[in-house]
């Protein structure tokens, strides 16, 4: 392990990127949400300078489409980390992406042979958001995704969720179970999104029943068992409350069903996790009230969870990253690998917030290409924004983006809380159904006074109940058990939207906003000023704020655009034939057949294992599997499926275009060893 003085001062780049190579041709993919994060080193200060998120700049939505050669993937990185004058030529050290690593000592793969590393980076973007806590503190940490990557790993491990304690700085890790493949089974089911099922539980009083401890008792959701406990335990809700649900009327009874079902998916995904902390805290003997709960993984996207255990347990605080899914997985590995190569030895960092994505300060060149559809613009008044929002919804596009899945106000929608037509409008302006929740965004210091138990949230990553007193006043972002998923926010996090809602405050007497994202149904959320203004036209949303200005658009109708602006895609959509050929000739040049190929991109026991481009490495290739096409027939059917998708070349738009290795490969290839 490295020591501190060891560690140079300068740059440093983590990145979580899928690879290139042939796979690409293959449409297979080893990660999703592909992100890179850049820092700054100085003596024992460490700053995160920026973080982006790719489906942001690219617009595939949870972005997994690996680059086709080395040089295109250091071309668009270097594209991004230049907004800071430096590229990966100027980086002391480059982590996270075999191939694009400059160093191996930065990971914990071997010092965790049988846990996830994907779990140890999700606990770090968590546990070190703040180095005075980290080590001076207790931190009870619990990384709870649906299931992890391999390309450090190379195989999958034993125990794939990652629980961990802290103690001013020691760290010790332990196995714990998650919820999440419970929630991607019944979203594979259901065909919603996670957050879609969270919010239609909430969203109607359908009820079922199932035996939920005994659910909990006999499936396992620990790692490798998980593939097959979460379909299983999925089932059995099902058929369960299929016998005694009930229908709102107010929802179609497929509606009413599905939200019955999912109130006991997440009752059971509750006490899942409250089974993990209650064993942390009488295994390490942890006080609650002064040890701080870390959440990561996609699960940890689920509020009214994070809420729950705060407020039973009593935790002194709770720390999550706004990227906390594996958008942020960059994050963790960075701040895996400062901790580990300096040794354990203490050093200074505090995440700087979520502003941390592009900016756009081009609005004069957004305006002469949109200018035929601009009736007026003039600078920001806070006194204009209000009325502005009072009539209908406005655009608010502000600064760098923000990181994370959520929008925090910097490329938002924003309406009035205290009207359910604004709440109505957001959603028609986003194609979601009539019954979604919006979240306010609060004024920090007026928290307490409209929500119950209620403390910081920067990062929209909690619930809290309204206060009675309060609730006709706020029905636009009132959840049917009057629970509201709340973004707090101070002035020092972000002047100008914190200007906004003190001027609606003064004129209204409700210190928040809805926020909602700036985005069309099934895309990411905007990035830049042209997105947004196509946005507006396309919509007909009348006003929008620009870095200051307000926009006031018209001539709707005259408007032909029928979908998303562009964004940055050439090298992630239709491969020419000629550049197919030659990465094959290049990578494969001794031949390879396009069904072994592809039994090597599946099968976790071959995939990496030998070199292509050597004669010996092509030969030792085939015999391997070919042996194994021998031993399983159902690896020739999934290689030959595997082909038939790639028979295009191409990648559509949406999240399952590519075939996903993180739990595709194990769904349709034998499982590991699971005692290995």
């Given at each position: 392990m490295s020591t501190g003085g060891?560690?140079?001062?300068?740059?440093y780049l983590s990145s979580y990127l899928t690879i290139p190579g042939l796979h690409r041709l293959a449409m297979v993919s080893y990660r999703h949400d592909n992100n890179i994060s850049l820092w700054r080193k100085d003596g024992s200060q460490v700053q995160l300078l920026g973080h982006w998120e790719f489906e942001r700049m690219t617009g595939l939505k949870h972005h997994r489409t690996p680059f086709?050669?080395?040089?295109?993937?250091?071309?668009?990185?270097?594209?991004?980390?230049?907004?800071?004058?430096v590229s990966l030529d100027d980086m002391t050290e480059v982590w996270g992406t075999p191939g694009l690593a400059t160093t191996n000592d930065y990971h914990f793969v071997e010092e965790y042979p049988e846990l996830s590393f994907h779990s140890i980076a999700h606990l770090y973007s968590a546990m070190l958001l703040d180095s005075e806590i980290f080590f001076d503190g207790d931190i009870l940490a619990l990384a709870v995704d649906g299931g992890p990557d391999r390309l450090l790993d190379q195989q999958y491990k034993r125990f794939w969720f990652t629980g961990a304690v802290s103690r001013r700085g020691v760290v010790e890790t332990f196995p714990v179970a998650s919820p999440g493949l419970l929630y991607s089974t019944a979203k594979d089911r259901f065909k919603m999104r996670e957050g879609t099922l969270m919010a239609l539980a909430t969203a109607?009083?359908?009820a079922g029943r199932c035996d939920r401890q005994a659910i909990l008792d006999t499936y396992d959701f620990t790692g490798l068992a998980a593939l097959e406990g979460a379909p299983k335990a999925f089932e059995e809700i099902v058929a369960q409350v299929k016998e005694s649900a009930d229908v709102d009327p107010a929802f179609t009874e497929e509606e009413s069903f599905v939200s019955a079902a999912m109130k006991e998916i997440q009752a059971i995904s509750v006490m899942a996790m409250e089974r993990?902390?209650?064993?942390a805290l009488e295994r390490f003997d942890l006080d609650p009230?002064?040890?701080h709960l870390a959440l990561a993984g996609g699960y940890a996207l689920n509020c009214p969870t994070n809420s729950h255990l705060m407020a039973k347990y009593g935790f002194r605080g709770f720390l999550a990253p706004p990227c906390v899914d594996d958008g942020g997985q960059s994050v963790g590995i960075g701040l895996a690998a400062f901790h580990k190569k300096t040794g354990g030895e203490r050093f200074t960092f505090r995440f700087p917030g979520a502003y941390l994505g592009r900016q756009d300060d081009d609005l004069d060149g957004a305006l002469a290409e949109f200018g035929d559809y601009v009736a007026d613009v003039s600078d920001l008044d806070e006194d204009q924004a209000v009325r502005d929002i009072l009539a209908e919804p406005i655009a608010w596009f502000h600064g760098r983006s923000e990181i994370g899945p959520r929008a925090l106000g910097n490329r938002s929608l924003i309406g009035d809380p205290t009207s359910r037509a604004a709440k109505d409008a957001l959603n028609q302006f986003k194609l979601r159904e009539w019954w979604r929740p919006v979240a306010p965004v609060v004024l920090e210091e007026h928290l307490g006074d409209w929500f119950e138990d209620s403390r910081p949230s920067p990062y929209m990553l909690e619930t809290f109940t309204i206060r009675e007193e309060r609730r006709d006043q706020i029905q636009a972002?009132?959840?049917?058990?009057?629970?509201?998923?709340v973004q707090s926010l101070n002035a020092g996090q972000n002047p100008a939207l914190h200007r906004l809602l003190t001027a609606f405050h003064r004129h209204t007497g409700v210190p928040m906003l809805c926020n909602t994202s700036l985005n069309d149904k099934g895309e990411p959320i905007i990035d830049t000023i042209r997105e947004a203004m196509n946005?507006?036209?396309?919509?007909r949303i009348s006003v929008g704020y620009f870095n200051g200005r307000r926009v006031a658009f018209h001539n709707f109708d005259a408007y032909s655009a029928q979908g998303p602006y562009p964004r940055t895609r050439e090298l992630f959509v239709e491969i020419p034939e000629s550049r197919a050929r030659a990465v094959h000739a290049e990578l494969n040049p001794y031949g390879l057949p396009e069904l072994y190929l592809h039994v090597l991109f599946l099968d976790l026991a071959l995939s990496g294992k030998f070199d292509l481009r050597t004669e010996e490495g092509a030969a030792e290739a085939y015999e391997a599997v070919d042996s194994r096409l021998r031993a399983d027939p159902s690896l020739r059917q999934a290689a030959e499926r595997s082909m038939r998708r790639a028979e295009h070349r191409f990648t559509t738009f949406g999240p399952d275009a590519l075939l996903n290795l993180e739990l595709g490969a194990v769904r349709q290839i034998t499982a590991p060893d699971r005692n290995q």
């Open positions: 060891m560690m140079r001062d300068g740059y086709l050669s080395m040089e295109d993937l250091r071309d668009f990185v270097n594209g991004l980390i230049g907004a800071f004058g109607t009083t359908a993990n902390i209650e064993t009230a002064t040890t972002v009132a959840h049917l058990d009057y629970s509201a998923r946005f507006c036209l396309r919509r």
